[in-house]
């Protein structure tokens, strides 16, 4: 019962160090979202992963020209097998040597043939054998492995770069997202501004009408505009708690992570100096996409280089030390071979020139490619100045516009309640000063949207 109880108050010592494991807070600005995307994306980490490979793929490729060593051991059994052969004399048609052709150390050598086998034919019983072998290779010279080096090293350049533009896509969609949820909060706020405006004047149009100053039809428009704006704050709701979703998977954060944006729409707009980047010149080549197709007809290249090279000669050097375990009588293998293999290309029927060929179509392609993707690099620039530029114009003139609505608005409210307007200006003054405001709104979004987009394009993210 006492271990019982103990249990339980550990349990409940515990429950609140639970909950602040499941319920964590993160409260972040636009630069703190940005690093901790770029510590905790599963995508991004998958990029470096990628990264890592390509440099072991580098030594994986460098190790074949180096020495390579392998070991083997084998045995083989002849079940008892005899070698039958016949050494001179016994019956059938037997090979005569012509004696008139031997020397004296020939006839000596033919007595002790003769003496072990005693004549006529024979037989020798093949024993078991066993053979413990270690070979050596060194690749002496091999085009195709110098450009192959060459090659991995270029991939290896391939992967960093592209793990930087993954690392720029996942900073722009998180900046992106930060953006979006800002906006879709300070629309709901507006709602919920004008939702207490136009309440505020609904009771006073209720006064108005128990007094028979109003009509019956002025409460009905100003509850149906409220019905409208409630509407609209639900959805956007449902929009916020999207953006924050988002937000989160893009952060690599867990799903019951509540997040906190520290950062506002204005603060973020006076960061912006729209000077820096209009006023520098675009090099195409700072670029990451760009940085990528250069390095891709590098590859394309060498690896012409390399099917140039399958018509050059190849030469290898081994050597090998057999242990024999077992043998047999007849067992003539050294215990020491070494030697050099020489290859030397002479004839394909038209299979290396094709290859060559090959590669040099895919090598004027690339090229193409690249020179296709300049252009559109170069036009897209233009495009994206012209954006920014353009939401520089539209943000300030969204600026004065929501001043001009604000007082249309007041005024409109005012001569309301002296019975001056009626209910539909009040809520055509009030439906236009709401558009005014999520103008306003998109104006921020788009001019922040479109700085993102620029830097972006020139790799200053």
């Known amino acids: ?54 440099k072991k793929q580098i030594w994986e490729t460098i190790s074949q ?7 083997s051991v084998d045995y ?12 001179g004399g016994g019956g059938g048609d037997v090979y005569q040597p012509n004696l008139g052709l031997l020397d004296a150390g020939d006839f000596e050598i033919l007595k002790l043939l ?10 020798i019983k093949m024993n078991n054998s066993s053979t413990a072998a270690i070979q050596v290779s060194q690749l002496i010279f091999s085009g195709q492995y110098w450009v192959g080096m060459q090659v991995s090293k270029i991939a290896h350049a391939i992967a960093k770069n592209a793990y930087q533009n993954t690392e720029n896509d996942i900073i722009e969609a998180i900046i992106s997202s930060y953006y979006m949820a800002l906006v879709t909060e300070e629309s709901k706020k507006i709602l919920e501004l004008n939702i207490e ?66 950062d506002n729409l204005e603060s973020l707009i006076l960061q912006i100096n729209v000077d820096v980047p209009l006023g520098q010149t675009f090099n195409v080549s700072d670029n990451i996409t ?15 280089n390399m099917e140039k090279w399958s018509y050059a000669p190849m030469l290898v050097g081994f050597y090998s030390y057999n242990e024999k375990l077992l043998t047999t009588d007849f067992d003539m293998n050294p215990n020491h071979v070494a030697g050099l293999k020489l290859s030397v290309p002479i004839f394909s029927s038209g299979m290396r020139y094709s290859r060559v060929q090959q590669k040099k179509l ?60 009626s209910s539909l200006d009040l809520t055509q003054a009030s ?4 558009k005014s405001q999520n103008s306003y709104i998109q104006s921020l979004m788009s001019l922040l949207q479109a700085k993102l987009n620029y830097d972006k394009l020139i790799n200053k993210l």
């Open 197 to 262: 405006n136009l309440q505020s004047t609904l009771q006073k149009t209720e006064v108005m009408l128990a007094a028979g100053m109003a009509e019956e039809v002025d409460v009905d428009q100003l509850q149906l505009a409220v019905m409208m704006i409630e509407s609209s704050k639900t959805q956007l709701n449902r929009a916020i708690q999207l953006s924050y979703n988002l937000i989160r998977f893009q952060l690599g954060a867990e799903s019951n992570t509540e997040i906190v944006l520290s």
């Open 362 to 421: 895919e090598l004027i392609k690339t090229q193409n490619t690249k020179s296709l993707l300049e252009d559109q690099l170069l036009m897209q620039e233009k495009q994206f100045r012209f954006d920014l530029i353009n939401s520089i114009e539209q943000y300030e003139i969204q600026k004065k516009s929501i001043n001009v609505a604000q007082k249309v608005y007041n005024n409109i409210d005012l001569k309301f309640s002296q019975g001056m307007a």
């Open 114 to 123: 003769q003496g072990m086998t005693g004549g006529g034919n024979n037989t």
């Open 76 to 87: 083989t059994d002849y079940f008892n097998y005899e070698v039958e052969f016949n050494i």
């Open 1 to 54: 019962m006492i271990k019982k109880t103990i249990q339980i108050l550990f349990i409940i010592g515990l429950m609140p160090m639970l909950h602040a494991q499941e319920n964590e807070t993160l409260v972040l600005s636009v630069q703190q979202a940005r690093e901790y995307a770029l510590k905790h994306n599963k995508v991004l980490q998958n990029a470096k992963t990628d990264v890592e490979i390509s």
């Open 65 to 71: 020209g180096l020495p390579q060593a392998e070991g």
């Open 431 to 434: 439906d236009n000063f709401l």
């Open 290 to 304: 760009y940085k990528l197709m250069s390095q891709q007809e590098e590859i394309s290249r060498k690896m012409l």
